[in-house]
C-alpha cells in the first residue's frame, strides 16, 4: 500500500484487481476545499487511458511488476519462448502478449519482459532494430508517384515502406513502436 503522495510516473497501481500504470500525475491544491491528485492511467494489459482522481493522503494498491533482460529463443505455436539472461530460465509468452512486437523480434533479441506474479504482461523491445530486406521490387530513379517510397518485406514477415533505393538482401534499421524506416546499417 501506498498513499497518494508517493504516487510518480511508470508506478503500477492495483484498482478493482486490475494493472494501471501511472503515466502522468499532478497534485492541486485548490483555494477553496481538499487537495487531491490528478492522474493519467493505462491499463497494462489493453493499453487503454484513462483519467482518474484520487483524494490528497488516499491510500492505493501497488503492485509488483518485475521487468527482466530476457532473450528471444523461438516460436513454439502460438507462444514465444524466451530465457532469463541471469537464472536461464525459460518462459512462454502468448502471442496475444506479444502483439505486433513479433514482426521485429529475431531470435537471440533481446527484451524486456514484465512480469507480475510470474505471468507475462507484456514486453518491450529496442526502440530500433537492423532487418534484412527479404524481397522488394526494384525502385525506378525518378518514379516518384508515390512519394519516393515502395513495400518491402523484411526477414521476420512484416512490411515496412522504404526508399526506392533500397534493394533485396540490404540490412535497414526500423523503428520498432511505429514501422517506419530509419536508416540502413
Not at 506474479?117 to 525506378?140: H, K, N, Q, R
Amino acid at each position: 500500500m501506498a498513499s497518494t503522495n508517493d504516487l510518480k510516473n511508470g508506478l503500477v497501481l492495483n484498482l478493482d484487481k486490475e494493472l494501471w500504470t501511472v503515466v502522468e500525475f499532478q497534485h492541486v491544491k485548490p483555494g477553496k476545499g481538499p487537495a487531491f491528485v490528478r492522474t493519467t492511467l493505462k491499463h497494462v494489459l489493453s493499453g487503454k487511458v484513462v483519467d482518474k482522481t484520487f483524494n490528497a493522503g488516499t491510500k492505493v494498491d501497488t503492485a509488483t511488476v518485475d521487468k527482466r533482460t530476457m532473450q528471444y529463443l523461438y516460436q513454439d505455436g502460438e507462444d514465444f519462448v524466451f530465457m532469463d539472461l541471469d537464472t536461464y530460465d525459460q518462459i512462454h509468452v502468448s502471442g496475444s502478449t506479444v502483439g505486433d512486437n513479433a514482426n521485429y523480434l529475431l531470435p537471440e533479441a533481446e527484451a524486456t519482459v514484465a512480469l507480475h506474479e510470474g505471468v507475462p504482461l507484456y514486453i518491450e523491445l529496442p526502440t530500433s532494430v537492423f532487418l534484412e530486406v527479404t524481397y522488394t521490387e526494384p525502385g525506378l530513379q525518378g518514379d516518384r508517384s508515390t512519394g519516393g517510397t515502395k513495400p518491402a518485406t523484411v526477414e521476420t514477415g512484416a512490411t515496412v515502406n522504404v526508399p526506392l533505393f533500397i534493394t533485396t538482401g540490404e540490412k535497414i534499421k526500423v523503428d520498432t513502436r511505429d514501422g517506419r524506416y530509419l536508416g540502413r546499417s
